[in-house]
């Protein structure tokens, strides 16, 4: 059964920051409210007041900015799969936000939350992190950006701060088309949770890969030259996640896993530069 507990709608940022500034501890935010109001009809999350994001207009767009493309706080993942602008200048993106439960989950789910409830196998992480992400976080005093990569400190934590919330999602311009890819494991072909995730993409000369559901947080690998073998770069991988057993798959499975998930990571990358080429090739002719 659900909680007791008073709703509040504020119609823009200001209003929203004053209002977690006054109530902090005792409020929780509600984007999408996938995570959250399973938590709280469990018991496991009981906040006195639940303030909605979805009636904030600044926070419901998807837009181009000088630093590169913005994503609202309540923009649903349904949004950003069906974004023009999303799939043909990041579409890694839309990739990884269809991943995320059902339809009708996605309708509600939004990017930011996934983010946010800052789970290890979040489906949206791995990518963002490849294409390096950061974070606008709003206060009542206050605005400070944060690399995606800093953000998780742990299982389900963070650094918010109570009065504070993540207002956008900014993906620098310099990512827009660069080649790339996502694995996913599941334990079954529809919706659920990764068992162990992979995301890389090709910058340059460079490559990045990021890695979920196997260390306490997303992590992402440093950059490294897209010569580099692939058996090296499963060494690296290996040494920086951390796997567990529990009853969804064992530590080896998901370490066996991710060895996979990078070599066919690296083929289709290899694939895409190759058919780039090749049609450039044919536009010169």
């Avoid at 996605?106 to 979040?122: E, M």
């Avoid at 000369?205 to 997303?218: D, E, F, M, V, Y």
């Avoid at 530069?273 to 450039?280: K, P």
Wanted: proline letters at 5%; glycine letters at 6%; a positive charge.
């Amino acid at each position: 059964m659900l909680q007791e507990f008073a709703y509040i709608s504020p119609n823009n940022s200001k209003e929203l920051c004053e209002i977690l500034k006054k109530h902090q501890r005792r409020a929780k935010i509600l984007a999408g409210g996938t995570d959250l109001l399973v938590d709280i009809r469990a018991g496991k999350n009981v906040p006195s007041f639940l303030v909605d994001l979805k009636n904030i207009p600044e926070l419901k767009k998807i837009e181009l900015t000088k630093e590169g493309l913005s994503i609202g706080a309540a923009v649903t993942c349904s949004e950003v799969i069906n974004n023009g602008l999303v799939q043909k200048q990041f579409p890694l993106i839309a990739d990884a936000a269809i991943q995320i439960g059902s339809p009708q989950v996605r309708n509600r789910a939004t990017v930011i939350g996934n983010i946010c409830t800052s789970s290890p196998s979040a489906d949206m992480a791995p990518v963002l992190l490849c294409l390096g992400a950061f974070l606008k976080i709003d206060s009542f005093n206050s605005t400070r950006n944060v690399d995606l990569k800093d953000f998780f400190t742990g299982v389900k934590k963070n650094v918010l701060k109570e009065f504070e919330v993540v207002s956008q999602l900014i993906i620098p311009a310099s990512m827009a088309k660069v080649s790339g890819g996502f694995e996913k494991l599941k334990r079954v072909k529809g919706h659920d949770l990764a068992l162990a995730s992979a995301a890389m993409v090709k910058r340059g000369n460079s490559l990045r890969l990021a890695i979920g559901a196997c260390a306490t947080t997303p992590i992402v690998l440093p950059d490294f030259p897209q010569t580099t073998p692939v058996e090296k770069v499963k060494k690296m991988a290996i040494k920086a996640v951390r796997p567990i057993d529990d009853v969804r798959a064992s530590k080896d499975y998901r370490m066996f896993m991710i060895q996979v998930q990078i070599e066919r990571l690296m083929v289709k990358i290899l694939d895409q530069e190759f058919s780039l080429g090749f049609e450039m090739k044919l536009e010169d002719c």
